[in-house]
Each structure stands twice: as structure tokens, then as C-alpha cells.
């Protein structure tokens, strides 16, 4: 059963299906520009040890069917899709907390992000949460206020409260991924110490990034012949 507290929607443009993007992808856009383009522009993916470590995680997380409780209910690989975003996927986990409200039992969705790593200080992780939250929104027609990211390497629960910074963080997020995408012009490499836990660095090739690396590159090349 779900809450049947409505949330009034703004009147907007809305993407069609044929424009929906991963949401996924929000994340791609956000850790960087140059793997964003790709992975969904150039199609370009190579699995490495950490992303083979995240799949294994959602892996385990991801079983369909829902284990029920008094107080709250469960359900996995929720599918999630908006209009208003343009995203469609899925949501690991959704947990349904039973609350009273008037005399009435309203059962209040609350987005749960499996990830393999730790808590950042970026917001990357915030932002596909809130994506997700928007989504389940618009879906069910109701606010929610909070969800919870849940980190492989510390065992622990982040609070994520879907507060306005955050919401409009998400929002302009997903319009930039729509707007760069659409451009379809992928960036130059430009290496940095986010580059070593990155899936594509051989297809990437950050380090040779610049006039004079890739000079050099080849002076050495042509040397080893």
C-alpha cells in the first residue's frame, strides 16, 4: 500500500520516451565529463577491479521480490522513470516506512544507493540518490524527504536529506547531462588522481593528454623501433 499524500507538479516541458537518459549516467556526468562522453556518446566500456567489485555488490542487492515487516516493507530493483528529469533506471533498494498521519497509515518511500567505496565529499553520489527520490515522486505522486546511501568499505548508512540545494542540484545536473550528451562532442583527456580507480584510463589515456606528451610519445616510440 502506498501513501497517498499527493505532491502538487509543476506544469513543464516534459522529455519524451525516446529522450529518457540512464540515470546513471548523472553520475558518469558529474565524476567527469570525459568518461560520461564515453560511455554514452562513444560506447566505449572496460570493467576494471572496482567496477567488477560495484557489480558484485548491486549483484547481491538486487533480487526481485520484496521481504515484508510491520513497520516497514522492502522491495529491490525498483524501476524508476521521469518525465520531468528525462531519466529512467532503477533504484537498488526502496525501503516503505509505515507512518500514522490523522487516524490514516501512510507507508513513505526511503531511496537506499548501494556503493562499493566510501562516503565523498563531492556530491556525486547525493545527487543520483536525489534523482532516484525525484523519480519515485513523480511516480507516486507524493514528497518524500530523506533517503541513505550505504558504503561497501565503511558497513554504515549516509543520511541523505532531499533538501532545495540539493534538488535544484540534481534538476540542473540532469539538464546539463541532457545538454551535453546532445552536443555529442566528447572532451579531451586531462589527467588528475581520480583517473587511477577509473575503468577506461587505457581507452582514456589521460597521461598522454597535451601537445608535448603525446610528442613525446611518439619520440619514444619511434626511438623503440
Not at 31 to 48: D, M
Not at 80 to 90: A, E, I, N
Request: aromatic content about 8%; glycine content about 6%.
Amino acid at each position: 500500500m502506498v501513501a497517498q499524500n499527493k505532491l502538487t507538479i509543476k506544469q513543464e516541458t516534459l522529455y519524451s520516451e525516446d529522450q529518457l537518459l540512464p540515470l546513471s549516467a548523472l553520475q558518469h556526468y558529474l565524476f567527469c565529463r570525459r568518461q560520461c562522453a564515453l560511455i554514452h556518446i562513444e560506447q566505449v566500456w572496460q570493467e576494471n577491479f572496482f567496477t567488477a567489485q560495484g557489480r558484485n555488490l548491486h549483484e547481491r542487492v538486487d533480487k526481485s521480490g520484496q521481504r515484508p515487516g510491520r513497520d516497514c516493507r522492502v522491495e529491490y530493483s525498483v524501476a524508476l522513470r521521469s518525465y520531468r528529469l528525462g531519466l529512467v533506471g532503477k533504484a537498488d533498494v526502496v525501503e516503505f516506512h509505515k507512518r500514522q498521519t490523522e487516524g490514516k497509515a501512510l507507508w513513505i518511500p526511503y531511496p537506499v544507493e548501494y556503493k562499493r567505496g566510501r562516503p565523498k565529499e563531492k556530491d556525486w553520489d547525493r545527487v543520483q540518490l536525489c534523482a532516484q527520490a525525484l523519480c519515485l515522486e513523480e511516480q507516486l505522486e507524493m514528497e518524500m524527504a530523506e533517503g541513505a546511501l550505504f558504503y561497501g568499505k565503511t558497513r554504515r548508512r549516509e543520511k541523505v536529506i532531499f533538501d532545495k540545494a540539493l534538488r535544484e542540484k540534481t534538476i540542473a545536473a540532469s539538464t546539463g547531462l541532457h545538454d551535453f550528451l546532445a552536443a555529442g562532442i566528447t572532451p579531451p583527456a586531462k589527467y588528475s588522481k581520480r583517473c587511477r580507480s577509473c575503468s577506461l584510463i587505457d581507452a582514456c589515456m589521460p597521461r598522454l593528454s597535451g601537445k608535448d606528451r603525446v610528442k613525446k610519445y611518439i619520440e619514444d616510440a619511434l626511438e623503440a623501433l
